[in-house]
């Protein structure tokens, strides 16, 4: 079995500008931005060439099965960038036969061409961040683009698909964006739908520090959907997508058969991944490290790695996985749950303190087994369909309140 991890996340931090919700480590670059000679090209190939030095500093190349190039606006580059990047992990790393290379492209940020050179360049999953497609919620929003440019950009990933360019493409929006009641949300629902996306993901929004909304919340100028607003509109997405053939796999993710993000699974699973790029956070061995999210700094980080050439993992391999909090929360993010029993059997724990601690963790969800929230099989536990998955808050709250008063 190979050791290493498969995986890689590639942080492109370009946008265009700065969305009202966003906390992204992203660096604004204006609407005019030509990353390969114009406007801002001399940002992108700088931070472009500290990102190649950290990629071939890394000490532990070897190849990977899934690359997944984020941001920021990835779609921002040029397809020569995008190719030049995926070329230095084929040189460096090698790509499994069948890989998933997804990237991230917004609306009004690539044309055709640049989507018919992303995929000659090697991306062979794409993942759409149309977030609504009504005009005045993506203007309150912040949004750049506008509902025709979601269009065009779905209708191109449809043909490719449908061509068999592809191998797969998401359509992601947002719920609960202000504005956005229950007739909003279901058009933008029945919208998507119609594009037919083998994969759809519905982020929350979530109102972070710092951003242009959290400011309006605070000053009370910022009217968002309450939170029983908030639930039906959960509920319509759950009815609408299932009638539609969607399977829901993980809270936030939806798909068709055999179109879940290979990727994301990694993330959600407790796989260790590679991440490359200002900001981004990587857990090769299990314990997790973020870069620094301002350019100077992340500049100075990648000098120091190659220079003293250190180990840019940053931890040792013996490292025992992840925090079992942390392990919990994500295995019940997925429809098929989590084997409590074993991933408490892995903490070394004696007998008794197994079984003390063990049936601790029943007493704190015995109200949640109750009301159906949580589904108990055997040793596995996972969320109901959609009332648990819409209330999982409340569940992972009582889980981190067992964590904290057993350590
Ligand atoms: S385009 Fe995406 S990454 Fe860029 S500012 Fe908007 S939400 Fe953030």
Redesign the pocket.
């Known amino acids: 079995m190979n050791k290493f991890p498969r995986s890689a996340y590639v942080h492109i931090p370009f946008?265009h500008r700065?969305?009202f919700y966003?906390d992204?480590a992203?660096i604004p670059l204006g609407n005019e931005v030509e990353t390969l000679q114009g406007n801002g090209s001399n940002t992108v190939k700088e931070y472009l060439h500290f990102l190649y030095k950290e990629i071939l500093t890394n000490k532990y190349k070897s190849p990977l099965s899934t690359i997944y190039i984020g941001?920021?606006?990835p779609s921002i580059l040029d397809p020569k960038q995008i190719k030049e990047l995926i070329d230095l992990f084929k040189e460096n790393y090698g790509i499994d036969y069948g890989a998933e290379i997804t990237m991230e492209v917004?609306p009004a940020s690539f044309n055709l061409e640049d989507l018919h050179g992303f995929i000659n360049a090697g991306i062979n999953r794409f993942s759409l961040?149309v977030q609504s497609f009504n005009n005045q919620i993506l203007q309150k929003s912040g949004r750049r683009h506008f509902r025709e440019d979601a269009e065009k950009s779905c209708e191109w990933l449809k043909r490719v698909y449908g061509s068999g360019l592809i191998k797969s493409w998401s359509l992601d929006l947002i719920q609960n964006l202000p504005l956005s009641g229950l007739n909003e949300w279901q058009e933008d629902l029945k919208k998507a739908i119609t594009f037919l996306p083998p994969h759809i993901s519905i982020y929350d929004l979530i109102i972070e520090d710092g951003t242009v909304f959290s400011k309006l919340v605070n000053l009370g100028k910022l009217k968002l959907p309450c939170d029983e607003e908030a639930f039906k509109n959960s509920k319509l997405t759950h009815l609408i997508l299932k009638n539609s053939g969607y399977s829901r796999y993980e809270i936030s993710n939806y798909c068709l058969p055999g179109h879940q993000s290979r990727h994301n699974r990694v993330y959600w699973s407790g796989l260790g991944w590679w991440s490359f790029g200002q900001g981004s956070t990587s857990s090769p061995w299990g314990e997790k490290f973020t870069r620094p999210r301002i350019s100077r700094e992340y500049k100075e980080w990648v000098i120091r790695q190659y220079e003293f050439n250190l180990d840019s993992s940053l931890i040792n391999k013996e490292f025992v996985y992840k925090e079992l909090d942390e392990k919990i929360m994500l295995g019940l993010r997925l429809k098929e749950g989590i084997d409590i029993y074993k991933v408490l059997k892995e903490q070394n724990w004696g007998p008794i303190k197994f079984e003390i601690n063990f049936n601790k963790l029943l007493e704190e969800w015995e109200r949640f087994l109750e009301s159906g929230l949580l589904i108990r099989n055997g040793n596995r536990f996972f969320l109901s369909d959609p009332e648990g998955m819409e209330l999982s808050n409340q569940i992972l709250i009582s889980m981190f309140k067992w964590w904290d008063a057993i350590n």
């Open positions: 946008c700065r969305c966003c992204f992203v941001g920021g606006t917004d961040g």
